[in-house]
């Protein structure tokens, strides 16, 4: 009676792994690069805007979108020109200040990989990526 | 006259069917291993229409700014080849890198009319430093700190030159525990005052000659008095031992 019981799970679960077979060999290409952002690293504009001046904000945008316009004060840092521009941030962080990294929705990893880089490669700590980029914090302003 | 309309389906259906456009793609992903030092990973994305109608591209979007995409030709004739070749121009970016380049044509089919290429690269430093940022608080013991710099085997780097922007902090460049490791000990001559650098660290690597990596140095300004410090300050000083000790007195 026992044996068939365990026959039985662990035909069940030899089945449950033909798809999942199936499935990683269809989606090898196809994997989701982009996981998802833990959520004690992701902040929505009104907690970001309630941490008032202690903040420094970083935009991982391209120059070109940077020029056109950013949120007031804050810094330029993408990975097109990271070994030029880190320099020039690190020389305005401050370890009392809260960094937050936007991008626009189209470019919506540059943000994630430049908060990665600071944590990792600078060991800074408090950094987080504002939750819905560029057009969350202009969806705000209106 | 059921017959005559079945006629007319079935004729409708045939000319449907014979008229078609439809691209088909040699692969829709392409992985890519530019050399070290390279500045830009370009991706051929090869298509046939084999269909009988030409099909025209609506639009071609990167998933970033870092990556254009440019077709041959907009319309594309039956029978026809031709590729969509994606730049992705590689910046300070390392790891694992994967764009998108989203096509729209007007096929008729919405199973057909939008394909999504990706570009996977990955992309291999010369030089791998940290930490970037090496800081002392103020007035904290000048001590010398350490960043690391692991180069690459194939970038065969023998030498790192490192140069500060500013004389207040010195820097000395030693083999690591690893073959190709470097340590570089930074040292600040004073931690009393506010003092910033920017480190250029310079390889002898024949691969890619001229490149430069980054690194900084600080000493942070003195801690701003809070509330509660200067409430202690005062109250020492309206204390009977504290007037007692001040020399003003």
Same mark, same amino acid.
Request: contains cysteine.
């Given at each position: 009676m026992k044996a068939s019981a365990v026959r039985q799970a662990l035909l069940l679960i030899a089945l449950a792994f033909v798809p999942a077979i199936g499935e990683a060999i269809y989606f090898r290409n196809k994997i989701?690069?982009?996981s998802p952002i833990p959520a004690s690293e992701l902040v929505t504009v009104n907690q970001a805007r309630s941490w008032g001046e202690n903040v420094i904000w970083v935009d991982a945008r391209p120059d070109n979108e940077f020029e056109r316009d950013h949120i007031p004060g804050a810094i330029l840092l993408n990975e097109d020109r990271w070994n030029e521009l880190l320099p020039q941030f690190l020389g305005q962080w401050s370890p009392d200040r809260k960094i937050i990294v936007y991008c626009s929705?189209?470019?919506?990893?540059a943000s994630r990989e430049v908060a990665k880089r600071l944590r990792d490669e600078a060991q800074l700590k408090n950094v987080f990526v504002l939750d819905g980029g560029w057009e969350a914090w202009l969806k705000d302003k209106r | 006259m059921n017959t005559n309309f079945l006629k007319l389906v079935v004729a409708l259906t045939a000319l449907a069917q014979g008229a078609r456009a439809e691209l088909k793609w040699e692969q829709t992903s392409v992985d890519l291993k530019p050399a070290? =030092?390279?500045k830009q990973a370009v991706a051929h994305f090869k298509y046939e229409n084999v269909g009988n109608t030409p099909v025209h591209f609506k639009s071609v979007h990167a998933s970033c700014g870092c990556t254009t995409a440019q077709t041959q030709n907009e319309q594309v004739a039956p029978g026809q080849k031709g590729e969509i070749t994606a730049t992705f121009n590689i910046g300070g970016r390392t790891g694992t890198q994967v764009k998108t380049v989203t096509v729209l044509t007007d096929d008729p089919d919405p199973a057909h009319s939008t394909t999504v290429l990706t570009l996977k690269a990955v992309i291999t430093p010369l030089l791998e430093i940290q930490p970037t940022l090496v800081y002392w608080q103020? =007035?904290?013991?000048p001590k010398p700190k350490i960043i690391t710099a692991k180069a690459n085997k194939d970038a065969a780097i023998k030498k790192l030159d490192v140069i500060s922007s500013v004389p207040d902090f010195t820097a000395k460049v030693d083999a690591g525990s690893a073959p190709s490791e470097f340590k570089i000990s930074v040292q600040p001559r004073d931690t009393t005052k506010a003092v910033y650098a920017t480190l250029t660290i310079k390889s002898d690597s024949?691969?890619?000659?001229g490149s430069m990596f980054a690194a900084a140095a600080r000493v942070m300004p003195p801690a701003p008095a809070t509330k509660s410090t200067l409430s202690t300050i005062r109250h020492d000083l309206a204390t009977p031992a504290a007037t007692a000790a001040s020399p003003s007195q």
């Open positions: 989701s690069w982009q929705a189209q470019s919506c990893n | 070290l =030092g390279d103020n =007035g904290e013991e024949p691969v890619n000659t």
